[in-house]
């Protein structure tokens, strides 16, 4: 079993910054994925950032060049930091594992950017 906890979402203007952090427990591996989706309201869940199983970093389009993943592993937690925030970027992101070949994801922290 693994829990993930996301913390480090708010409110923020348009192009302010936010970083939100997610630590996790339980039997975790060196080589789990992990990252970070998002759900707008009305939309579906869509993928922001990622660790591969090989730790390569993978960015959706519409954040690449603001939005930087970064992982502490002595910590167990990943984090995503977030620049340039722009109004659609409002959602609830929620954290993401996948560990053995099952799927673990967070409760999810709701960052609102609006003036």
């Known amino acids: 079993q693994v829990q993930l906890v996301e913390s480090g979402g708010g409110l923020v203007q348009p192009g302010g910054s936010l970083r939100l952090s997610c630590a996790a427990s339980?039997?975790?591996?060196?080589?789990?994925?992990m990252g970070w989706y998002r759900q707008a309201p009305g939309k579906q869940r869509e993928l922001v950032a990622v660790?591969?199983?090989?730790?390569?970093?993978y960015y959706a389009d519409p954040v690449k060049g603001r939005f930087t993943i970064t992982r502490d592993d002595a910590k167990n937690t990943v984090y995503l930091q977030m620049n340039s925030l722009k109004p659609e970027g409002t959602a609830v992101y929620y954290c993401?594992?996948?560990?053995?070949?099952?799927?673990?994801w967070g409760q999810g922290t709701q960052v609102t950017v609006s003036s």
């Open positions: 993401y594992r996948v560990n053995r070949g099952r799927e673990y």
């Open positions: 660790y591969s199983v090989v730790g390569s970093a």
């Open positions: 339980g039997s975790l591996l060196s080589i789990d994925a």
